[in-house]
């Protein structure tokens, strides 16, 4: 299986419709006075399930994560069968400078990568995934 082909690509136009962000981003800043204390939601930029495990990718363009989001991404790999990348580049190019992230509740620091080094861990994210599903394969409901 190669990750050549994608199955979601981008369908809004931007010159017809208007500025994405504006027009169909939730305001999720008019929930925040919903949370305790400083707490605040986080966006994800990407997330996949395979086999019941979960596969996130945190795009900056930077390496820094607020605290929050540390501590989110740390809880969350050790309480779910989850990875996150954080992928540090440009998306508008697609140039992809580093990649770290977190599993297992414990992070790993960023190390020089590019786009096709991206692909690779995401292969290989999927063929860890396929190899040790997290779910049976009946479900009780």
Known sequence: MSCDKGFNPMRWDCAKRGCFNAIKRP???????CLPGRIAFSDVDAIVEV??????????????????????????????????????G???????????GFFRGEAWEAEADDLDGLRRRVEA??????AHPALSATRDN
């Not at 305001?27 to 006075?33: G, H, R, S, T, V």
């Open 27 to 33: 305001k999720i800043e008019l929930l925040a006075d």
């Open 51 to 88: 086999c019941g495990n979960l596969l996130l990718i945190e795009w900056k363009d930077h390496q820094r994560l607020s605290t929050g989001q540390r501590v989110l991404f740390e809880r969350l790999t050790r309480l779910c069968p989850a990875t996150v990348l954080v992928v540090e």
């Open 125 to 130: 994210w999927r063929d860890w995934a396929l």
């Open 90 to 100: 440009d998306a508008e190019t697609m140039a992809v400078y580093s990649v770290g």
